[in-house]
């Protein structure tokens, strides 16, 4: 699958910041998506349970965990924002989120070490493997 310019993706991110549909466009007419995972973050003994991702208590060093954001397609980009408990932010020293693969994200978050609790909105923008003119990629 061909992947779309550092432009494209640009303006696509802007577009849907400002309240674009989920039936845009790129490229030759080849939909884009949206999938959303609101997960809770948390950092010393704050949490645990199942879908909760700890953060390392070591501010430097953040703990990385791979979560599956789209079952086929492309994952074009993806970002954060604090969603519940937005006082907790600043008891975490790093919060990143990153594409990983064409399905998965990969989630980065230290802490030094304080307890805290954080639900965080996770977006991806990406393209499905049907959508037209764009090619099957083999999973």
Excluded: C
């Excluded at 208590?57 to 969603?83: D, T």
């Excluded at 304080?114 to 493997?129: E, G, Q, S």
Aim: glycine share 8%; no cysteine; hydrophobic share 45%.
């Amino acid at each position: 699958m061909s992947q779309p310019s550092t432009a494209v993706v640009s303006e696509l991110v802007q577009r849907f910041a400002a309240g674009a549909q989920v039936d845009e466009t790129i490229g030759a007419g080849a939909p884009f998506l949206v999938a959303i995972d609101e997960p809770v973050i948390y950092a010393g003994t704050a949490g645990g349970g199942p879908g909760e991702y700890a953060a390392s208590s070591n501010p430097a060093v953040p703990n990385v965990h791979e979560i599956n954001m789209i079952p086929s397609g492309q994952i074009l980009v993806a970002f954060w924002q604090p969603l519940d408990n937005v006082s907790a932010l600043s008891s975490f020293s790093f919060v990143d989120v990153q594409p990983f693969s064409s399905h998965d994200v990969k989630l980065y978050i230290s802490s030094p070490g304080v307890d805290a609790r954080l639900r965080i909105k996770i977006t991806v923008l990406y393209i499905p493997d049907d959508a037209p003119g764009v090619a099957s990629a083999a999973h």
